[in-house]
């Protein structure tokens, strides 16, 4: 009789295993013009996350570029519309991305001086003579000021590496860190250079993500705290240069930096891109990166469309100046550290 | 004279042999050897899979696993009970649809099972049991950003069940074997739906990660159909494995799922040369 029974209850399981299962199913889209754009415009209703601050009606959007499909349009015809349409977030960090072609957000760069020449720091400020390692240029000016410039998060920070640009820079007034046309990288090398320049754990930022598909369904924001380095910090004076280029994780630490004491921001304000990325694709095989996860500053503020320099500290450069071999912006910082914060 | 001798062999035997009938006399049974019936196998077929958190696309390819699979008697009812003991290291590579997307993925499995055993006919029976399961592993998607990969460890409880077939075609001994495991409860791991691994692991906000499982938000199956075909001491395994894995949790859907031939080498071992004692194997 028991024997019975529990062959009965477990076929039973297995009967109603099925009923489960069907909780499941996952929308899939075809792998045509009318399925790509649906997936595409499907992903990013989903999943990314700042339509409610941008004020985006993505149902509008979507119908407004759904109307330009046609069942027979070509590969890249498509591509077009579909990249207009991302062009409607505002957002450098979408990008689409087919074998043909990359659709990307770079108006902000367009409208504003790029207030940058790499060639006139390299030819009149370090004389083609600098120490270079890790992706940073680094000297020591005529000024003893210090300067370093860090081109791309994308490159590893070693902390060895910084312990020789430390060690090398202690005996400077000041730091200029240059991270102007900073297009961004790894979040964590922000955390390595960060931490040589606090002495207790502090509070940086907040980060929060999505808990589901609603535009409005997100998490508390999370606190990020970075801890100091155990190694070498420097504690004097810092500059902080940027530009409209400065982007992402470069915007990130221009926006943890700024909040630190000893501490200026000149130049420009940062491009933004506070949304941590995340991928997806089509059906059609094209890649679509986009933000997914905002990053606050330390008051709780996005970031997105940048971070303003200190007050009184907004600075383009002359290029008349940079016709004769002066950087407007670099010149002030150096004036500001040797005249002690003037 | 003679009387007396055979008396008197009759005395030192009863003396010199009297503790060992007095052992065998002792009701306690004899117990039985319990070899373990262990299989090495090679596993070869197909894996889907198909993970929202990093894509909406199904991604499939070729699988690759090893397996051990241990099965004995129950020390403590032999004919009754049976324990057994399956690890499963599997290794797959697959693209999209279109081809320029690939994603790699890996699993460890180990579960521990405790069936009773029915024996229905000679050579046929059919057990069922609780099941205790690990599973370690994750799908990393080669062309993602912030999100290129993602972990699955989950720890279940479960029922599972079996049936074997011991028979003989012509001189050639053959034991078919049928094997379904359905975990019922557990915990098992995953981010939240924008979650990125940068914020759970690097920034520190793990809360909520591990999930209680159960059939609202986990069904995981599995199958497997093996024949073995005694060649001497060893055999010849032959068989078919499935494998679904699926999530439904915090909007994300991860289904997995694994067919493979499996090819192997499988055989009872006696700790020593069986003496006349019973046997109580898993095969028969």
């Known amino acids: ?342 | 004279m003679a009387i007396c001798k055979v008396l008197l062999c009759s005395l030192v035997g009863v003396v010199l042999f009297c503790p060992g009938h007095l052992r065998a006399e002792n009701p306690q049974p004899e117990k039985p050897l319990r070899p373990v019936a262990s299989a090495f196998t090679l596993e070869i077929g197909r894996q889907s899979a198909l993970d929202t958190y990093l894509s909406p696309i199904r991604y499939r390819g070729l699988d690759i696993a090893l397996g051990y699979e241990r099965l004995r008697a129950a020390s403590f009812a032999p004919e009754k009970w049976l324990t057994r003991h399956n690890v499963l290291v599997d290794f797959a590579t697959m693209t999209n649809q279109s081809g320029n997307g690939s994603m790699l993925s890996g699993y460890l499995d180990y579960s521990f099972a405790m069936l009773r055993r029915w024996q229905l006919l000679d050579g046929l029976w059919v057990a069922g049991g609780g099941e205790a399961a690990l599973t370690l592993g994750g799908l990393y998607n080669l062309r993602n950003s912030n999100n290129p990969a993602t972990a699955k460890a989950a720890i279940d409880l479960g029922v599972t069940a079996m049936a074997s077939y011991h028979l003989r075609v012509g001189r050639l001994p053959l034991t078919f074997r049928y094997q379904v495991s359905l975990p019922v409860v557990g915990a098992f791991f995953s981010p939240a739906f924008g979650q990125s691994y940068y914020e759970m692991f690097y920034i520190g906000n793990a809360d909520g990660i591990v999930r209680f499982g159960a059939w609202n938000n986990r069904v995981d199956l599995r199958n497997y159909l093996s024949v073995d075909i005694h060649l001497g001491k060893r055999a010849l395994r032959l068989g078919y494995r499935q494998i679904m894995r699926t999530t439904h949790v915090a909007y994300i859907d991860t289904q997995v799922l694994n067919h493979m031939f499996v090819l192997g080498i499988s055989g009872e071992i006696f700790r020593s040369a069986p003496p006349a004692r019973r046997v109580v194997s898993v095969y028969y």
């Open chain 1, 1 to 342: 009789m028991i024997r019975k029974h529990i062959k009965t209850g477990f076929w039973a399981l297995l009967l109603m295993l099925p009923m489960f299962s069907a909780c499941h199913k996952v929308e899939v889209f075809e792998d045509d013009p009318y399925g790509n754009f649906d997936a595409l415009w499907t992903i990013l209703d989903e999943r990314y996350c700042f339509f409610e601050y941008k004020e985006i009606d993505w149902e509008q959007v979507g119908l407004k570029y759904r109307k330009k499909l046609t069942s027979q349009m070509t590969s890249e015809e498509l591509f077009d519309v579909c990249g207009d349409m991302l062009m409607e977030l505002k957002d450098g960090h979408v990008n689409l991305v087919s074998a043909h072609d990359t659709s990307r957000y770079w108006d902000w760069l367009y409208g504003s001086p790029e207030n940058y020449q790499e060639r006139l720091i390299d030819e009149y400020y370090l004389n083609f003579d600098y120490r270079y390692t890790c992706g940073i240029k680094y000297k020591i000016l005529p000024q003893n000021v210090g300067y370093m410039y860090y081109g791309s998060f994308s490159s590893t920070i070693g902390e060895g590496n910084l312990d020789q640009i430390l060690a090398y820079l202690s005996s400077s007034t000041g730091l200029v860190i240059d991270v102007r046309s900073n297009g961004g990288g790894s979040l964590s090398n922000v955390e390595t250079l960060v931490s040589r320049f606090i002495n207790r754990e502090t509070l940086v930022g907040y980060i929060s993500h999505k808990t589901g598909p609603g535009h409005q369904d997100f998490s508390e924001p999370y606190p990020i705290k970075y801890s100091p380095s155990n190694r070498i910090r420097y504690q004097k004076p810092i500059v902080i240069l940027a530009n409209r280029g400065t982007y992402s994780a470069a915007n990130n630490f221009v926006s943890v930096m700024k909040a630190l004491p000893n501490v200026v921001v000149m130049g420009d304000i940062t491009g933004g891109g506070s949304g941590l990325p995340f991928s997806s694709e089509l059906p059609n095989g094209w890649s679509i990166r986009f933000s997914a996860s905002p990053i606050y500053d330390v008051e709780g503020r996005h970031t997105e469309f940048g971070v303003e320099p200190t007050e009184g500290f907004k600075i383009d450069m002359n290029l008349d100046e940079a016709d004769e071999g002066h950087d407007t912006i670099l010149d002030r910082a150096i004036t500001y550290i040797t005249t002690g914060g003037a």
